[in-house]
DNA sequence: TTGTAGGCGTTATCAG
DNA sequence: CTGATAACGCCTACAA
């Protein structure tokens, strides 16, 4: 292995003066940078992350604990996360927990003191617990809000209102709902969502004239909740074609997936006969399906966010030796324009899942995407 | 931070029986060994992974390169080489290569003093570059065999010969192969596969007589190849209705899925009418639909696998010091008993896919799973 | 069985 | 602008 020696006595000079040469250029003579990095070439000099980590204090890595891997539900966030932090000169250590909460709690004690960050996403923890690894190290949440405790937090809720408002404009009378999984207290919320845009049009600035018909009207059939599965999906669609609804919101899209084929199957065509909506795009993104209205959360920016929390928190709590790794490309990053409702305080971000719904533009098809 | 100096003192030990009762236990005395870890709970200390790593010369990081986070094709691999790596007391790292060499290389670099290991999935550098690499570091590739690199790959070809014994064994007469994606190699290798195995019963044991038809009656319909989109496969639906398959084989289960939603609308049940078989279960095991004949790779396995041959060369090549880290639980894991075709000289691994027809034990009813 | 001391590769302080 | 030199926290001969 190559040390700063190698290279200082390639380069005829000290080792102090190849670290400042590789770390702060300007501090160093021209001329003496060019035969240091001359030097480096040659001997194809890389640095030790683990001298470098002893030295400064920090080591260039994030970990992030997510509940599992087996589902891709996370992967996005890991992604974002990893795009991110990359950008920044930082790797991305993963720990999936598996859902146990003695297993997240030693896995992170083990990444402690080996990682600069920790990003905390469907944490089995306690709050306490969180608050506790908190004050030893900058921790951000995903989708769970600490006080005290940075995190982002996507918000669905509201792309369940505009879906609602979306179907009541296309003139929908009777809709179904489909919620799950049981026992969701979000499902609650996002229903209710739905309802209130659907049913009640008193949000809206348009003169009541273009809408003719009373909000009494239009109901929502709930049904559910269902297991999110194909087969659950299309175990209703009987009871879909026969109660007289015209669109369908599925909270998954296995479900919405397993609607459809069946739908498929009895004569029904979607979108074209029957609108069919979805509380995630997980399944059309990987599938390519465009048959679906669907709400798109943002979780790739989210793993980005929880990034630049982090990093936040690292370059603020300036610790005993200030130097900070050079950033690559720092230049070539805006500060987050797309981040609503951030406040400087307390550090929490929200942002906003968006229902994927056609611009209504033109009239009312149903052409979706 | 606690440090070790700050546990020795609350022992009332020297630093280096801290360490050798961390260690190596059985190298302290009972006595000596139980106020060690009394301090050490006490103080809730933990090891500091930068010091560890410079004295020692081992990171306890496995870095594994992929080519994309955003298809869930690499996720089991990652999941797979996780929970091994974890069990042997590392960690993984990702690196996401975005499918550029140049950024794979220049990742790769990054990684090389930082990691133990590296672990290459679908690398897009030339085996020139990856021996340089090996030659600094362990080193262990997926699906692709260099010689003198160790190496995991999965056998896929085999599952579409069951594919097309099964197949015939069912009665089928004719079926059609959906092939994809465009332009790929394997893709070929295994339509031959299944076309081969199904027309071709030379190599049965059974008797001839329970198969009354002779070979030239069959015949494999070829279409493809297709992008692997849910439209793609539904785009074939007529045609296969009006060919009069009674079987088809897709080589991705997007494409299935589409074609099955088609199929639905036509009126043709799957499988009662038609079989539909795939050349993965990704999608299948998302959305837990079991309408399909599948092929499963194992990719968890091949992960793991990989963290072996990776952990066997860190082992063999006894660097300068040859402590290693303490082995958390090896007593608890098997020698790889799943592991087939393993030659000790180049540390090649084969694994096979496997095809997940239904067992032939009732007769040739067509219910899948 | 335990303590002492040197070194791992880098950064940072402090003189020059 | 550059060069010694002391940490950083841990491991491990070598002695005791």
């Known amino acids: 292995m190559t040390t700063l020696d190698d290279v200082a006595a390639r380069a005829g000079v000290s080792t102090a003066t190849v670290s400042r040469a590789l770390t702060r250029p300007n501090m160093v003579a021209a001329a003496t940078l060019?035969?240091?990095?001359?030097?480096?070439?040659?001997?194809?000099?890389?640095?030790?992350a683990a001298a470098r980590a002893l030295a400064t204090g920090h080591t260039g890595l994030i970990g992030i604990a997510?509940?599992?891997?087996?589902?891709?539900?996370?992967?996005?966030?890991?992604?974002?996360?990893?795009?991110?932090?990359?950008?920044?000169?930082?790797?991305?250590?993963?720990?999936?927990?598996?859902?146990?909460?003695?297993?997240?709690?030693?896995?992170?004690?083990?990444?402690?003191?080996r990682v600069d960050a920790l990003l905390l996403a469907g944490s089995r923890l306690s709050d306490a617990a969180i608050r506790d690894i908190a004050e030893t190290l900058p921790v951000a949440t995903f989708n769970r809000a600490i006080p005290g405790v940075s995190a982002t937090v996507?918000?669905?809720?509201?792309?369940?209102?505009?879906?609602?408002?979306?179907?009541?404009?296309q003139g929908h009378q009777r809709i179904a709902?489909?919620?799950?999984?049981?026992?969701?207290?979000?499902?609650?919320?996002?229903?209710?969502?739905?309802?209130?845009?659907?049913?009640?049009?008193?949000?809206?600035?348009?003169?009541?004239?273009?809408?003719?018909l009373n909000s009494t009207q239009r109901s929502v059939d709930i049904l559910g909740p269902v297991?999110?599965?194909?087969?659950?999906?299309?175990?209703?669609a009987e009871q879909i074609t026969e109660s007289g609804d015209t669109a369908v919101v599925a909270y998954n899209s296995a479900v919405a997936l397993g609607l459809m084929h069946r739908l498929g199957t009895l004569g029904v065509r979607v979108p074209e006969e029957l609108v069919l909506a979805t509380g995630d795009d997980l399944v059309g993104r990987a599938l390519?399906?465009?048959?679906?209205?669907?709400v798109s959360q943002p979780m790739?920016?989210?793993?980005?966010?929880?990034?630049?929390?982090?990093?936040?928190?690292?370059?603020?709590?300036?610790?005993?030796?200030?130097?900070?790794?050079?950033?690559p490309d720092a230049a070539s990053r805006e500060s987050q324009p797309d981040c609503e409702d951030a406040t400087s305080t307390d550090l929490h971000f929200t942002l906003h899942a968006v229902a994927n719904v056609p611009s209504t533009g033109g009239g009312n098809e149903l052409v979706t995407r």
């Open 300 to 327: 790739a920016e989210a793993g980005a966010h929880l990034v630049d929390l982090a990093l936040q928190q690292l370059s603020t709590s300036g610790s005993s030796r200030q130097s900070k790794f050079p950033d």
């Open 177 to 212: 709902y489909i919620g799950g999984p049981p026992g969701s207290a979000t499902d609650a919320r996002r229903m209710h969502a739905l309802r209130s845009a659907f049913i009640d049009d008193s949000g809206d600035h348009d003169p009541p004239a273009t809408s003719p």
């Open 288 to 294: 390519e399906i465009s048959h679906f209205v669907t």
């Open 227 to 236: 297991a999110p599965s194909f087969s659950a999906g299309g175990d209703l």
């Open 66 to 113: 997510v509940p599992t891997l087996a589902s891709s539900y996370y992967l996005p966030l890991i992604s974002g996360a990893q795009a991110r932090a990359e950008a920044s000169g930082y790797e991305i250590v993963i720990v999936d927990s598996q859902g146990s909460e003695p297993r997240e709690a030693t896995l992170l004690a083990r990444l402690t003191n």
């Open 154 to 169: 996507i918000e669905v809720t509201q792309a369940f209102s505009e879906l609602g408002r979306f179907l009541r404009e």
């Open 34 to 48: 060019e035969r240091v990095q001359r030097a480096v070439q040659e001997l194809g000099y890389h640095h030790n």
